[in-house]
């Protein structure tokens, strides 16, 4: 392995995971000097680490140098109190209230799709989970194409890319989002902003500051996972047609391939912390104040907790994966990610007893998040 680091170097990385395996089994905890900050790849140390919020602080995505959204950005006490009123719009029992219109969403989608060479990603896995979270937030049908544009450079920043005109992008959102918020004062609506809007903290009410926040994360949180899940996941079902014809015939396992997608290629690869505290782990001194990158993806693929992990299989019995993390940062969009995923390949699986490939898949430009830009397909 000539450079252990490829993998977090590049904007475009093909497949990471060669250098993840190598990293789980030379350098577990890998300090890399270049950027200062820590690497842990084997399953055990990310998931302790997402555990123990006292010491793997969030606050490594705020201040000067990150975004400082809510939540994602804080610690307890105040990522508790926030959490809570965001948590109920995200409960499973929601989400089924929310299954028909998904479905719907879905079909209609698809109606447009017809047969032939197309490209999924554009047709399909962008607008779907978009059309969703705009529903969720109660914005018009004419704002929706903003949305995904708006989410490609928040996510950009994340990812600590830099292109022209992202600055602008992003602007545009504050005063969109500021007059969303006095409309739903003045007229309430049964969505995630008027949620957030009306919501207090301790008897406080939030800032506009603060609910802005909140929609830039839900923003974000309602559609990139969704759209990355679903390009990975059909990305490895279009090599494999045994696979796909015993999904068709076997509704169990879809949720199985949802889960397993989510393990085999994580949407998201890996997210930042900092230390509270000096750590020691296998033999390496971290300080105080250090940055860390917690490595989902590489704990997904770690042969000591998956058998043959680098192998997607509809049979393996998956008691847990770090996909959408752990702990109280545990990805607030994943019961709508679970659920649109299997909606959208059950769609796909009743109307198209065949896919292939029509051209090379794009990866994303990203090393954080892992998806494609494109993925042409043939359906029929």
Not at 61 to 73: A, V
Not at 76 to 86: G, Q
Request: net charge negative; glycine share 8%; with cysteine.
């Amino acid at each position: 392995m000539q450079n252990p680091l490829q993998a977090f170097a590049g904007r475009t990385v093909e497949d990471p995971y060669p250098t993840y395996a190598w990293l789980r089994e030379h350098e577990p905890v890998y300090f890399n000097k270049g950027s200062n900050e820590w690497i842990l790849t084997k399953f055990q140390d990310v998931y302790d680490a997402l555990r123990n919020h006292k010491t793997f602080s969030s606050t490594a995505l705020g201040g000067p140098d990150g975004l400082g959204f809510p939540l994602i950005s804080d610690d307890p006490p105040r990522h508790t109190r926030l959490r809570s009123l965001v948590n109920r719009a995200f409960t499973p029992g929601v989400i089924r209230k929310m299954e028909p219109f998904i479905a719907d969403t879905c079909a209609a989608l698809l109606d447009d799709l017809g047969d032939g060479s197309l490209d999924i990603v554009e047709a399909l896995t962008i607008p779907f989970p978009v059309v969703v979270i705009a529903r969720m937030m109660g914005i018009a049908d004419k704002d929706r194409e903003k949305f995904k544009l708006w989410s490609d450079s928040l996510t950009g920043l994340l990812d600590g890319e830099t292109r022209a005109g992202q600055g602008e992008v992003i602007m545009e959102m504050f005063p969109y989002f500021a007059r969303e918020i006095e409309r739903r004062r003045s007229e309430p609506m049964d969505d995630l902003i008027s949620a957030v809007a009306e919501a207090d903290v301790d008897g406080e009410r939030l800032t506009d500051q603060e609910i802005i926040g909140f929609c830039l994360l839900l923003l974000v949180a309602g559609n990139e996972t969704t759209t990355n899940l679903l390009g990975n996941m059909l990305n490895v079902l279009v090599d494999v047609p045994a696979m796909w014809r015993r999904l068709q015939e076997d509704g169990s396992l879809r949720e199985v391939a949802v889960e397993e997608t989510l393990r085999f290629d994580s949407p998201v690869q890996f997210i930042y912390r900092k230390l509270l505290a000096d750590v020691e782990l296998r033999g390496k001194h971290m300080k105080k104040g250090d940055r860390v990158v917690i490595g989902f993806a590489s704990a997904n693929r770690d042969p000591e907790n998956f058998d043959d992990p680098d192998e997607f299989s509809l049979d393996r019995e998956l008691k847990r994966h770090l996909a959408f993390g752990h702990g109280i940062h545990f990805c607030l969009g994943a019961p709508l990610a679970r659920v649109e995923g299997r909606i959208a390949l059950d769609a796909m699986l009743a109307r198209y007893p065949h896919i292939a490939r029509a051209g090379a898949g794009v990866r994303l430009p990203s090393h954080l998040l892992r998806g494609f830009k494109a993925l042409p397909l043939r359906l029929g």
